[in-house]
Structure formats: structure tokens, C-alpha cells
């Protein structure tokens, strides 16, 4: 039913595609571009996209696919297009990080170290939870591309989550340290 719909243009469909696909949809994007508003923006036009473009989904099958794939696109295009602005957030006191998970913020930041591409593969084959050929698939790549993209993720991530080095002191360098 939501395929033939959407193939016709039925705006009534939207509805459901947002009941089923939106909230992975946001957090697509959202992991891709780091900002709630944009990613917001990016499931609002990633439906109606979907909407405009129905009847070219060929497979039922992959509509789940074919919707992270518009939704990447958007993000992407997105993230291209945005202006590089710092702002300073200013405190008037320090802020309470009791409730913070602080290794989840060490891993956000490690995600978004990585290229935009990169992230979103990474993003799409682990949380979207795609297979390589289905992240090649939204990427519009080869699967030997993501391949080397995640490879190289993991590496950059391992290299900046591992703890620091420490030397290790000879044993008169610690009796005088």
C-alpha cells in the first residue's frame, strides 16, 4: 500500500513515511550534519522528495534504502552549501555535566572529525545498520569505496579514542621524577 501510493503522488502517504522512516531519517541526517534543525530539514525534504519522485522507486522492496539515499543527498548537499560559523557560547557559570555522557561526546566528536562522505557512510552502515553494497547504493559509489571509507574511519576513530601514551620512566628517571 505505502509504495503504490507513494508512486502516485498520494500526499496522504507522508504521514506514514514519517511514522516509519522518519525518525531513522532525522538521525541520519543528524549524524551527518551535527545540527537538529538541519536534520529536521532534511526529513521534511526528504518526503517530499520521495513524494515528487515516487513512481521512480522500481523496487518496493528497497524503499527504506531509496529514502536514507534521498536523505543523504539532501544532507550532503547540505553540508556543502553551509557557511563555516563559530559561535562562542558564553556561560555565566560552569555549566552541570553530571548527567552528560561523556563517551558518547567523545564519540560524536570523533564521527565528526571524519570527511563528510566518510561520516556518512560510517553512519549509514552503523546506524542505519546498511550493508556495504546498500551504503554503496545510497552513495551512489562502489562498494570497494565504502569498504576503504569505513576502514579508514575506524582507523582515524581508534587513533583518536586510544588513551594516551604514556613513556614509560627508567628506573632512575622515576626515582628523581
Do not use: C
Request: without cysteine; hydrophobic residues 45%; proline residues 5%.
Amino acid at each position: 500500500m505505502t509504495v503504490e501510493a507513494l508512486r502516485r503522488g498520494e500526499p496522504e502517504i507522508l504521514a506514514d513515511l514519517l511514522e516509519r522512516h522518519g525518525r531513522e531519517i532525522q538521525g541520519v541526517a543528524y549524524l551527518i550534519l551535527r545540527d537538529r534543525a538541519e536534520a529536521e530539514d532534511v526529513l521534511m525534504d526528504t518526503l517530499v522528495s520521495a513524494l515528487e519522485r515516487g513512481a521512480d522507486l522500481r523496487d518496493a522492496s528497497a524503499l527504506r534504502a531509496w529514502l536514507l539515499r534521498i536523505a543523504t543527498n539532501h544532507a550532503l548537499g547540505r553540508r556543502r552549501r553551509a557557511t563555516r560559523l563559530v559561535y562562542l557560547a558564553v556561560f555565566p557559570e560552569t555549566p552541570d555535566l553530571a548527567g552528560v555522557d561523556h563517551d558518547r561526546i567523545v564519540l560524536l566528536a570523533a564521527l565528526e572529525s571524519l570527511p563528510t562522505r566518510t561520516r556518512a557512510a560510517v553512519v549509514l552502515h552503523y546506524y542505519a545498520d546498511l550493508t556495504v553494497s546498500e551504503v554503496a547504493t545510497v552513495m551512489g559509489t562502489s562498494p570497494n569505496t565504502v569498504k576503504t571509507q569505513l576502514r579508514k574511519a575506524l582507523e582515524s576513530m581508534r587513533l583518536r579514542l586510544a588513551p594516551p601514551l604514556v613513556p614509560e620512566l627508567s628506573g632512575e628517571e622515576a626515582a628523581s621524577g
